[in-house]
């Protein structure tokens, strides 16, 4: 009678399989040929949080917030793919409080609160972009008209 080689399945490769919190142990265990159990052991050494079938695992911070929501096009734009007002402002609700996504990422990038409203830089032509480099507030857009850009 011929033995069956049964392949091994290392903690190594369920951590892989593991990638996020939104993929759960069962369908690793499934695709891999594991047990429940066992993936569920390599979670928890990957402090990884529990998997919650059709909820979404809030995000921890702002910054989180929009990764999860924007995507870099090759030109260095980039494009929300978040909500939005219905005039097409790109709209960032987070931990109960919403504001234009044009201010948090000004934040995050700035390292700073934004003063007075949020515009694109001269040379950004993208509606609605919002990759950091390319948004201004009041303050900057003064000290460029002061030195002699009046675009």
Request: net charge positive; with cysteine; aromatic share 4%.
């Amino acid at each position: 009678m011929a033995r069956v080689m049964v392949p091994v399945v290392t903690d190594q490769e369920i951590a892989r399989r593991l990638t996020s919190p939104e993929v759960s142990n069962l369908s690793v265990a499934r695709d891999l040929g594991v047990s429940w159990g066992r993936v569920e052991e390599v979670r928890r050494q990957l402090e990884l949080p529990t998997y919650r079938r059709g909820r979404r695992v809030p995000e921890s911070t702002w910054q989180e917030a929009v990764q999860r929501r924007v995507k870099e096009t090759s030109d260095g734009h980039a494009e929300w793919t978040g909500n939005r007002h219905p005039n097409g402002t790109p709209l960032l609700s987070w931990r109960g409080r919403t504001q234009t996504a044009y201010r948090v990422v000004f934040r995050l990038h700035h390292a700073r609160e934004p003063e007075g409203n949020i515009t694109h830089v001269p040379d950004c032509q993208v509606e609605h972009c919002v990759a950091g480099g390319h948004l201004e507030d009041r303050r900057m857009r003064d000290r460029r008209r002061a030195a002699g850009d009046a675009r």
